[in-house]
């Protein structure tokens, strides 16, 4: 797979889980993680090349 941003729409439970493993945290722990509400945005990246959650539950 090539570099680059991805779009991913998806129900909130599964947001969880993708934000935890790409923490690199267990998928259990996704449920520490805010229930985020439907049509906001978040957002994962990177800073100085480790995974941060950027934005979380943006309207």
Known sequence: M???DVA???HGH???V???????LDP????LFRHPH????SLL????EQPVISAWNIP
């Open 2 to 4: 090539n570099d680059g």
């Open 28 to 31: 259990s722990a996704g449920r």
């Open 8 to 10: 991913l729409i998806a």
């Open 18 to 24: 993708l934000t935890a493993r790409w923490l690199g």
């Open 38 to 41: 439907p049509g906001t945005l």
């Open 45 to 48: 990246g990177t800073e100085h």
């Open 14 to 16: 599964l947001q969880r």
